[in-house]
């Protein structure tokens, strides 16, 4: 795979110098919102998605511990509002973490799927539910790194490759509740940046090109050199 603009493959060992031409900033020509830079801000635009609200309203009928809607339709849905394009568009699935490390058997992880199967039927969506207390069991066949397990939900947000995807949304008691560890600014601003608490960058680089196609008024900083 050749990202455009680039000079080799994705994987190489010189993968920033390669991506530079593809990723360089965009600067001025990355629309700057005003008045968006809080929480509330944030609830206001992801539930112009309403596919967003109604997965959050359900969340509590899965009956896991810790369950949060997180990443990519928080962020994507944000995108869309700011780029002018319809809240739900080119939003893939949605990604629901939980917390059980009580039973880290597939079994139990898969009977929670098909419980969100059934909660989330009516939608039309493809949902993705990951216990975070089993990563560690599958992380290194799939990612080619290991990865040591995981102690909550929260540090499993905490490791996404991108800072401004670094969302989750709770609902608890009738209160939704928002974990944004690197705050809100990044996202408001249309700017993917390195996580690298993650050496992978070739991942970084193929979500990054993805997210370029769907909306290119994103800014892409690009993968530090260590």
Not at 6 to 30: I, L, N, Y
Not at 42 to 49: C, D, G, K, V
Not at 71 to 93: F, H, M, Y
Not at 195 to 213: D, G, S, T, V
């Amino acid at each position: 795979m050749t990202l455009a603009g680039s000079t080799g493959p994705v994987g190489s060992g010189s993968m920033a110098r390669r991506t530079s031409s593809a990723f360089q900033p965009m600067g001025d020509t990355v629309p700057k919102p005003l008045q968006l830079q809080d929480q509330q801000d944030f609830l206001t635009l992801i539930r112009r998605n309403p596919i967003n609200s109604l997965i959050i309203e359900r969340l509590p009928e899965l009956g896991t511990p810790d369950t949060q809607l997180v990443a990519g339709s928080l962020v994507q849905t944000v995108w869309n509002c700011l780029s002018g394009k319809r809240p739900e568009e080119d939003i893939l699935d949605y990604d629901v973490f939980y917390y059980d490390p009580s039973d880290l058997g597939w079994d139990a992880e898969d009977a929670a799927i098909r419980r969100a199967r059934a909660a989330f039927a009516d939608l039309g969506i493809e949902v993705q539910v990951r216990n975070q207390a089993r990563v560690h069991l599958w992380y290194q066949q799939k990612f080619g790194i290991q990865c040591p397990p995981l102690e909550g939900v929260h540090d499993g947000i905490d490791h996404f490759l991108n800072q401004s995807s670094c969302f989750g949304v709770s609902q608890h008691n009738g209160e939704t509740k928002v974990y944004a560890p690197f705050g809100f600014a990044d996202l408001f601003s249309m700017t993917v940046r390195p996580n690298c608490r993650r050496n992978l960058p070739e991942i970084y680089y193929r979500k990054a090109q993805r997210w370029r196609e769907a909306w290119p008024r994103l800014r892409v900083m690009e993968w530090p050199d260590r």
